[in-house]
């Protein structure tokens, strides 16, 4: 039974929790050392009569913005989800280190813990995740990587051995959504640790601790009477000028979106994401369109914080799935705005359904020769597999950090260097983090991008477009090539630089978002 993912809005910023099962809610409060998706998951295949709402701790995962400072803090950002979520009566399952976290008000006989005696043992064993801040070298992720399989693995009264009697230990890709959780905000998941861990040091309320084969049961046991849980809730926006998050479903899919700007009676914009992680590296674009405009940016299915489908993926494939998208929300017509392999959804999206398309600002559209495509279809696109050692760890980290140093990134030689420069360890690791969060199916949209016959299906545009490119995109060469096979209605234009990459000036990356918005705001075929 595959999680759902929902976001709610508090006044303390936006939490994400996952749903499987139906029926009556319990709300679980996870342990740090299991993702919250992977929980859901092995509550409602023992016991599926429940709706088990997992929610991710301020600092993990979709909850990471919210910075853990204090413990009361914690504990009040987690009643307030609750309430959110319409679960402030339901029945409690805290598990672990989330144990440390159950708010304070309501019945204490409606809370379940379990593995609170081993959360206690190992803050006193001063088990702790190591020095998480991201470092230009990338060693912090494999580090977090073996801090949470020893978590899993060893006894916290005895650290040196491993725990005989315990939960199943996690296979590699249950440890790969651990990671994941973890590594969207390393400083906040050290800081949240460190706060259960005091808090279970310090005192922090004893309940009965039940075994871990019980509790489910019991918590199942408490809701048994209570009516079936609501709906999933769309999230509400957090105000002008900041970006929020929230899911739609198509048939094949729950998207995640990012969104931002006024619910205006202006059209809509799409922002569509490169290949291969999610939108989040959009985020100056997404919040520069937004000046008077909605703006919506999916993860597309296979990518980011979105569902993954199965079976293979084509551009076609992507632009239907967007229109799906706008669908469920509602949307009948809008602007495209594309990066890269957007750039492609966004053309093809306007060739499908031309009355539904306005005005289209591509970037950078990778239009190569055939040979190049053959050579970047075979050597581009290893296979990035969890691995219970974290092996896919350090590939995920070199394969971002050399995608900014060669073109392509698999040709290490002095001729492929390119000039963007490696962006900073805070950067490089978000960059990283997006691409394992695709995992498995990271290159799917990237297959579809260089098998796509751009040049063939732009002579079939009949919309406005601006086709663009910063001077240090890889694929700038683009604009050459379309000035010789690009129609009329297309203008072609060298903008100051590609806003979402690293090392742009500032003066630059402004002058180019006005670009972008004096093209889309102009009227007219």
Same mark, same amino acid.
């Given at each position: 039974?595959?999680?759902?993912?929902?976001?709610?809005?508090?006044?303390?910023?936006?939490?994400?929790?996952?749903?499987?099962?139906?029926?009556? +809610?319990?709300?679980?409060?996870?342990?740090?050392?299991?993702?919250?998706?992977?929980? *859901?998951?092995?509550?409602?295949?023992?016991?599926?009569?429940? +709706?088990?709402?997992?929610?991710?701790?301020?600092?993990?995962?979709? =909850?990471?913005?919210?910075?853990?400072?204090?413990?009361?803090?914690?504990?009040?950002?987690?009643?307030?989800?609750?309430?959110?979520?319409?679960?402030?009566? +339901?029945?409690?399952?805290?598990?672990?280190?989330?144990?440390?976290?159950?708010?304070?008000?309501?019945?204490?006989?409606?809370?379940?813990?379990?593995?609170?005696?081993?959360?206690? *043992?190992?803050?006193? =064993?001063?088990?702790?995740?190591?020095?998480?801040?991201?470092?230009?070298?990338?060693?912090?992720?494999?580090?977090?990587?073996?801090?949470?399989?020893?978590?899993?693995?060893?006894?916290?009264?005895?650290?040196?051995?491993?725990?005989?009697?315990?939960?199943?230990?996690?296979?590699?890709?249950?440890?790969?959504?651990?990671?994941?959780?973890?590594?969207?905000?390393?400083?906040?998941?050290?800081?949240?640790?460190?706060?259960?861990?005091?808090?279970?040091?310090?005192?922090?309320?004893?309940?009965?601790?039940?075994?871990?084969? @019980?509790?489910?049961?019991?918590?199942?046991?408490?809701?048994?009477?209570?009516?079936?849980?609501?709906?999933?809730?769309?999230?509400?926006?957090?105000?002008?000028?900041?970006?929020?998050?929230?899911?739609?479903?198509?048939?094949?899919?729950?998207?995640?979106?990012?969104?931002?700007?006024?619910?205006?009676?202006?059209?809509?914009?799409?922002?569509?994401?490169?290949?291969?992680?999610?939108?989040?590296?959009?985020?100056?674009?997404?919040?520069?369109? =937004?000046?008077?405009? #909605?703006?919506?940016?999916?993860?597309?299915?296979?990518?980011?914080?979105?569902?993954?489908? @199965?079976?293979?993926?084509?551009?076609? #494939?992507?632009?239907?799935?967007?229109?799906?998208?706008?669908?469920?929300?509602?949307?009948?017509?809008?602007?495209?705005?594309?990066?890269?392999?957007?750039?492609?959804?966004?053309?093809?999206?306007?060739?499908?359904?031309?009355?539904?398309?306005?005005?289209?600002?591509?970037?950078?559209?990778?239009?190569?020769?055939?040979?190049?495509?053959?050579?970047?279809?075979?050597?581009?696109?290893?296979?990035?597999?969890?691995?219970?050692?974290?092996?896919?760890?350090?590939?995920?980290?070199?394969?971002?950090?050399?995608?900014?140093?060669?073109?392509?990134?698999?040709?290490?030689? #002095?001729?492929?260097?390119?000039?963007?420069?490696?962006?900073?360890? @805070?950067?490089?690791?978000?960059?990283?983090?997006?691409?394992?969060?695709?995992?498995?199916?990271?290159?799917? =949209?990237?297959?579809?991008?260089?098998?796509?016959?751009?040049?063939?299906?732009?002579?079939?545009?009949?919309?406005?477009?601006?086709?663009?490119?910063?001077?240090?995109?890889?694929?700038?060469?683009?604009?050459?090539?379309?000035?010789?096979?690009?129609? @009329?209605?297309?203008?072609?234009? *060298?903008?100051?630089?590609?806003?979402?990459?690293?090392?742009?000036?500032?003066?630059?990356?402004?002058?180019?978002?006005?670009?972008?918005?004096?093209?889309?705001?102009?009227?007219?075929?």
């Amino acid at each position: 039974m595959t999680p759902r993912a929902a976001m709610v809005t508090t006044g303390f910023g936006q939490m994400r929790l996952f749903r499987a099962g139906r029926g009556p +809610a319990v709300a679980v409060l996870p342990d740090l050392a299991e993702a919250a998706v992977v929980v *859901a998951a092995r509550l409602a295949a023992a016991i599926p009569s429940v +709706a088990w709402t997992v929610l991710e701790l301020p600092g993990i995962g979709g =909850s990471a913005e919210i910075e853990p400072a204090t413990h009361a803090g914690v504990i009040a950002a987690v009643a307030a989800a609750l309430e959110a979520a319409e679960l402030a009566e +339901a029945p409690i399952l805290a598990e672990g280190f989330g144990t440390a976290f159950v708010p304070g008000e309501g019945p204490a006989a409606r809370v379940v813990a379990t593995g609170g005696g081993r959360a206690r *043992a190992r803050a006193a =064993s001063g088990l702790a995740p190591p020095d998480l801040a991201p470092r230009p070298d990338g060693t912090h992720l494999p580090a977090l990587f073996a801090h949470l399989r020893d978590a899993a693995i060893l006894d916290p009264a005895d650290p040196l051995r491993p725990l005989r009697d315990g939960p199943p230990l996690p296979d590699a890709d249950a440890l790969h959504e651990t990671l994941i959780a973890a590594a969207v905000a390393p400083r906040h998941y050290q800081a949240l640790w460190r706060l259960a861990a005091d808090a279970l040091r310090n005192g922090s309320p004893d309940r009965p601790d039940l075994d871990w084969r @019980d509790a489910p049961a019991a918590a199942a046991a408490l809701a048994r009477h209570d009516p079936d849980a609501a709906p999933l809730a769309a999230a509400a926006p957090l105000g002008p000028g900041r970006i929020w998050q929230d899911h739609v479903d198509i048939p094949e899919a729950r998207v995640h979106l990012r969104r931002a700007g006024p619910d205006a009676k202006t059209r809509p914009l799409f922002v569509l994401q490169s290949a291969p992680g999610s939108a989040a590296p959009l985020r100056d674009v997404i919040l520069g369109l =937004s000046e008077g405009r #909605r703006v919506i940016a999916p993860d597309y299915p296979g990518n980011g914080d979105s569902t993954k489908p @199965d079976g293979p993926v084509d551009i076609a #494939r992507l632009a239907g799935w967007m229109w799906q998208t706008a669908d469920a929300l509602g949307i009948d017509g809008c602007d495209l705005w594309g990066t890269h392999t957007g750039a492609l959804v966004a053309l093809e999206m306007a060739i499908q359904a031309p009355h539904r398309a306005g005005r289209l600002v591509l970037e950078a559209p990778p239009i190569l020769s055939g040979g190049f495509t053959a050579d970047i279809l075979a050597h581009y696109l290893p296979p990035l597999r969890p691995d219970p050692f974290g092996l896919h760890v350090w590939q995920a980290w070199t394969m971002r950090r050399d995608m900014f140093l060669f073109w392509p990134w698999y040709r290490r030689e #002095r001729a492929a260097g390119r000039a963007l420069g490696l962006p900073d360890p @805070d950067m490089l690791h978000d960059w990283t983090v997006g691409l394992l969060k695709s995992g498995r199916s990271y290159d799917r =949209s990237y297959r579809a991008a260089f098998e796509y016959p751009t040049a063939e299906r732009l002579a079939r545009l009949e919309r406005p477009a601006l086709l663009c490119a910063g001077p240090t995109d890889m694929l700038v060469d683009a604009l050459e090539t379309a000035r010789q096979i690009a129609p @009329d209605r297309i203008t072609i234009d *060298a903008t100051p630089a590609t806003v979402w990459y690293p090392n742009q000036a500032e003066d630059a990356g402004r002058e180019t978002i006005r670009r972008y918005a004096r093209f889309l705001d102009e009227t007219g075929e």
